[in-house]
């Protein structure tokens, strides 16, 4: 027998030896991968694919959501400063009339002030021109709105009487009246001052939306809730997809205030 007669066998059998190593160790290596997979993923896959099928749907909440927040934002900075400035400033039945109003607004549950907007005083559909807010958006507002304006009124009382009293008389010392002063002097330092507060106040009103469901409107978690009623296994997936919008949200907005409190700060060592 010549040597190489003699060597085959011994490559066939090197080789084979060789196949099997490599495939043992590429199923090790698969196996591990699923293993870190399953590690990871919350939930199961298909209900994973049920939510992104339906996230068309969950986009139409976040919309209404978010316009929610937005006008009753909005709506409370315009009732609450002026509210505000006047428990700080005001005096005598305007002052009594405020205070009274915004304890009875925050001592009242949102619920109950979503329905007596809805159910009671029944607020009306309003046109635009280009469209109309349905009844049950503008109670919504409406509700949300006027009992934000209680909770900011506080927000800016407490940060228009940070603000020297000093800085009110050498407003008047150079010739300003009372309410120059207070809007020239006083003003631009509170709002300043009270972006953390408004921080915390848009938080609040982004998680309160979730109540107008209430009045029949189906925001974001309501649809959430349509979700999984209809496929009882994703219940987690769903919640925990709804909760990552929430966040995002609220993370984004609060560090866009981060920034403009930052950009508008008073410098440190100055009053203005």
Excluded: C, H
Aim: aromatic residues 10%; hydrophobic residues 50%; charged residues 15%.
């Amino acid at each position: 027998m010549s040597v190489a007669g003699s060597l085959a066998p011994i490559a066939s059998g090197s080789l084979d030896s060789l196949g099997s190593t490599a495939g043992a160790t590429a199923s090790g290596a698969v196996r591990s991968v699923g293993e870190s997979i399953d590690w990871w993923l919350v939930g199961d896959p298909a209900d994973w694919w049920f939510v992104v099928r339906n996230v068309d749907y969950l986009a139409g909440g976040v919309l209404l959501t978010v316009g929610l927040t937005v006008a009753s934002i909005l709506l409370g900075f315009l009732a609450g400063f002026p509210a505000g400035a006047v428990e700080v400033y005001g005096e005598g039945l305007p002052k009594r009339l405020v205070s009274t109003a915004g304890v009875v607004l925050r001592g009242t549950p949102i619920v109950v002030i979503l329905l007596v907007m809805y159910f009671v005083i029944g607020v009306p559909q309003v046109n635009l021109g280009v469209g109309s807010i349905s009844p049950a958006v503008s109670a919504s507002i409406l509700g949300l709105g006027l009992r934000s304006a209680a909770y900011q009124s506080q927000i800016f009382r407490a940060s228009l009487s940070s603000v020297d009293d000093g800085q009110l008389e050498a407003g008047r010392s150079v010739g300003l009246s009372r309410f120059e002063a207070i809007r020239y002097v006083v003003v631009p330092q509170a709002l300043r001052r009270s972006i953390p507060g408004f921080q915390n106040e848009f938080t609040i009103v982004l998680k309160d939306t979730s109540i107008v469901f209430a009045i029949g409107l189906a925001e974001l978690l309501t649809r959430g809730y349509d979700l999984f009623t209809q496929e009882t296994t994703a219940v987690l997936e769903v919640i925990l997809f709804i909760s990552g919008i929430y966040f995002v949200l609220t993370f984004t907005t609060n560090r866009a205030l981060d920034y403009l409190g930052t950009r508008y700060a008073i410098p440190e060592g100055e009053s203005a």
